[in-house]
């Protein structure tokens, strides 16, 4: 490489590691308004043009003026219902669901003291959270500060609590089967004139994460209208502008017009969905600030999250009116688990679309993921699968790889010939590309052959990419010296070097990741195997053959299992280049002999 390409690489580098910093210095970001843990925002009215229907009257406002601190710390009765899969606590405050713990995962998974420590606790939805789920959130006489009397018979725990106007309030909860809860939610006016149901917000759950590392590009929102689902996540919240540049922050999303079938909360693994038995009016996310951990905290483990967020859904029903004597039900299922596609495949109302497997390359991932499940049925290994998978992949797409090879050879030996064309005809474009043509269909040349087969495999790559990063079958999964195939296989970590862009962890230090870096040497070498287009200019071959450090430096904190995928790739291209040449080379006619000299 010369003097010039090392010079362009050098300065590209030294952009891409210092873009953040120029974005803030340019263009300062706008401070997000906190909504402190003690503080609640008016509920308002929705954006017409955002649900695309005129919006409903304003809720009325809340009595008091603070949220209830983060549950864990809230006192109160509670009553608890459990299956093999499920533990969920039902609160008196609110007659809630407080929240429920996954037996079979849990809560957290690796090779720290921390997580081996947590290991035998099991993953807690909705925690940490401000209020429990089935609660009214815009309303005193029955949000989260009412005080319910808990009852449990048979397998169903219910919470009751009678208004002074005469409106009794039942909330029953039980389990249908595994992951799913059967709620019912009776209103009975009980006395003698027309009542009001107060509060039209009912909260369903809060995405959050009981991994205290991990960021809020994790949470998220989802929605289902009967045939299309949308995500709501952090970038929604953030609202950049041109996808880049600082925007200004929203602290609240409110979408619907009486089509919502579903709506979830969820976190990188685990989901909270809730299925009304008639679609709500409309879904509200808010997004809210959670305690910041303390100094000390932060001191012993410099990973922790030092922002951490939570997303809080609500459905919006039409408040009734009840006449002397009547009575309303409102009956739900809810599902509380993990986010595997073969579990919410197999149930109703699309609730796969939580784990965004969508569009062209969610095909493709949906289609990955099963084969990767299928194998791990022969392979005990997800490590080993991940591995029989690429091989699967690499022999399919063979042919065409081999086809682009040498396709670009031909291409690189017809080269002279095509120089000469440009030269004598440059004052003729048209001739000239006739000539070109020519050239190329005597030497069985197709110009497209290189091309060709790099798109059709994209997809498929991109929903490898999509798929092994929020595969829950990843979490703890152990494949040589990683320990968790969902998160970097660090090895040690340097400490003072935290401030290092894309690779530190500000407070900890510099993670020596093993994976990252054999991947990274892996594509150099495919890279310089690789014949490159002659027709491409030579500082942009230059930067296609060093564009692996750029991978490295942003894939080198993701989760090994797509490391280790990238690597056994890289590998196998390799060895599929180095076998094309020799069959090329034992195809290919012998020069003849030169005649030996006379003396």
Request: net charge positive; aromatic share 10%; glycine share 6%.
């Amino acid at each position: 490489m010369d003097r010039k390409g090392i010079a362009i690489l050098a300065a590209a580098l030294a952009l891409l590691l210092s873009w953040i910093w120029l974005v803030n210095r340019i263009v300062p970001p706008s401070k997000r308004p906190i909504i402190p843990t003690n503080a609640v925002t008016g509920t308002g009215t929705t954006n017409p043009a955002m649900s695309g229907t005129t919006a409903p009257p304003p809720a009325p406002a809340l009595t008091p003026s603070v949220l209830p601190p983060v549950l864990a710390s809230v006192p109160g009765r509670v009553v608890q219902i459990e299956n093999a899969q499920v533990r969920a606590t039902i609160t008196s405050r609110g007659g809630g669901l407080k929240d429920v713990d996954l037996k079979e995962y849990p809560a957290s998974v690796g090779c720290s003291k921390a997580d081996r420590a947590q290991a035998s606790e099991p993953a807690v939805l909705n925690q940490p959270a401000f209020m429990p789920a089935f609660v009214h959130f815009d309303s005193a006489e029955l949000g989260p500060d009412a005080e319910y009397q808990l009852s449990s018979d048979g397998g169903v725990v219910r919470a009751q609590r009678m208004l002074t106007n005469g409106l009794r309030v039942t909330k029953e909860y039980r389990i249908a089967s595994n992951y799913v809860f059967a709620v019912t939610l009776r209103y009975e006016n009980t006395g003698r004139a027309p009542v009001a149901v107060p509060g039209r917000e009912l909260v369903i759950g809060t995405a959050s994460s009981g991994d205290r590392t991990e960021t809020k590009e994790w949470l998220g929102a989802h929605w289902f209208n009967g045939s299309d689902a949308t995500s709501v996540n952090q970038a929604w919240f953030a609202n950049p502008t041109l996808g880049c540049l600082p925007g200004t922050p929203r602290t609240e999303y409110a979408a619907g017009s009486s089509n919502v079938v579903w709506a979830a909360a969820n976190n990188r693994f685990f989901a909270l969905i809730t299925i009304p038995e008639t679609p709500a009016d409309r879904i509200i996310v808010r997004d809210f600030a959670l305690p910041e951990p303390t100094r000390a905290e932060r001191e012993a483990n410099g990973r922790l999250n030092p922002s951490p967020r939570a997303y809080q859904t609500a459905l919006v029903f039409p408040p009734p009116v009840l006449a002397p004597g009547a009575s309303l039900e409102q009956h739900f299922s809810l599902y509380a688990g993990p986010k595997e596609y073969f579990t919410l495949s197999r149930m109703q109302k699309n609730l796969e679309a939580v784990m965004d497997f969508t569009g062209f390359t969610g095909f493709f991932a949906k289609g990955l993921l099963l084969s990767l499940n299928g194998l791990h049925h022969l392979i005990p290994s997800y490590g080993w699968a991940i591995i029989a998978l690429t091989v699967l992949i690499k022999a399919l797409f063979w042919p065409l790889t081999a086809l682009s090879t040498r396709s670009m050879k031909r291409m690189q030996a017809i080269q002279p010939e095509l120089q000469n064309i440009r030269e004598k005809y440059k004052a003729d474009p048209t001739r000239m590309q006739e000539k070109t043509l020519e050239c190329m269909k005597r030497h069985k040349v197709n110009p497209a052959a290189g091309c060709l087969p790099m798109l059709i495999q994209f997809p498929v790559f991109i929903g490898f990419f999509f798929m092994l990063r929020t595969a829950i079958e990843l979490r703890g999964a152990e494949f040589l010296w990683v320990c968790n195939l969902s998160a970097p296989d660090t090895l040690f970590t340097i400490p003072g070097l935290g401030w290092v862009p894309f690779l530190g962890v500000a407070g900890v230090g510099l993670p020596f990741n093993l994976l990252p870096l054999i991947m990274g040497a892996t594509s150099l070498w495919m890279a310089h195997l690789t014949p490159v287009s002659p027709q491409m200019d030579p500082a942009q071959q230059k930067m296609m053959k060093y564009m692996p450090v750029f991978f490295v430096l942003f894939l080198y904190n993701y989760s090994s299992g797509l490391t280790l995928y990238w690597t056994a790739q890289n590998l196998l291209s390799v060895l599929q280049t180095k076998l094309t040449k020799m069959s090329d080379e034992k195809s290919s006619p012998k020069a003849p002999a030169s005649p030996a000299r006379r003396a």
